[in-house]
């Protein structure tokens, strides 16, 4: 399968039909249920639910790092479900990119390399090229005087930036974010969300977000709310 012809379509980007995920055990525990949406392109949305409700079951779903139980998911018109671990890797390295709460930096290395591992990886691009891109995500995210610090000299605001440039690095059509500004102060978390916001409307990347902060979730375009795994509402705002 070549996933260089993947179709780009004209609005769903993302879509899921009935998304389950069942935990097995001597008493199976269902994370997702039943779950059912669309995702257009260029749009900001929220994930919300209460502790348990499988928020992060059902982005690590999405982002194909757990295969459902029952259901299908389609990225970009292709159906994943038959896919082999190599191509769906290859398809997350190609069309999403990962913000976490914890940035996940490598230590060693520094801002401009973080940025640059997922363009060596793909491989698309000359040293150059992903130097270039590189520095140019940090400066457009305020970090142009931290290219060549590593993670422990930056602040906790300043290396999810960094995360959410490193998230850009191959231009994804889709960014997911588990709790991205959730061990962040007020002032951190304000500038990552800024950040995540310009992306949307300046890139026209999808950005779907897991958050427990209401008022951040109220600032986006559109909310899926879980309760026991399954979407209690779904609705613009």
């Known amino acids: 399968m070549s996933l ?3 179709p780009d379509p004209n609005s769903v980007l993302l879509e899921t039909r009935n998304l ?3 935990l097995p055990a001597v ?3 269902t994370l ?3 779950v059912s949406f669309q995702v257009g392109q260029s749009e900001f949305i929220a994930i919300t639910g209460p502790s348990g409700s499988g928020k992060s079951s059902l982005l690590y779903l999405l982002g194909l790092l757990d295969r459902p139980t029952r259901g299908r998911i389609f990225i970009d018109g292709l159906e994943t479900e038959n896919l082999s671990s190599t191509d769906l890797a290859q398809l997350r390295l190609q069309k999403i990119g990962f913000v976490f709460q914890f940035h996940f930096l490598l230590p060693e290395f520094t801002a401009l390399d973080n940025v640059m591992i997922p363009m060596q990886k793909l491989g698309k691009l000359t040293s150059g090229e992903q130097r270039d891109r590189a520095e140019g995500l940090l400066s457009d995210l305020g970090l142009e005087d931290f290219l060549h610090r590593r993670p422990a000299q930056l602040s906790g605001g300043q290396r999810q930036r960094v995360a959410v ?3 850009l690095a191959n ?3 889709l960014i997911l974010a588990d709790e ?3 061990s962040l102060d007020s002032k951190a978390t304000e500038q990552v969300f800024e950040s995540l916001q310009k992306i949307v409307e300046t890139q026209k990347t999808t950005i779907v977000a897991v958050t427990h902060d209401m008022d951040l979730a109220a600032r986006m375009e559109r909310r899926i709310h879980l309760v026991d795994g399954r979407i209690d509402y779904d609705r613009k705002q």
């Open 171 to 173: 231009a994804p059509d």
């Open 180 to 182: 991205p500004t959730g």
């Open 165 to 167: 440039a490193r998230a």
């Open 20 to 22: 389950t995920r069942i």
């Open 4 to 6: 260089a012809s993947i």
């Open 32 to 34: 997702v249920e039943d």
């Open 27 to 29: 008493v199976p525990v």
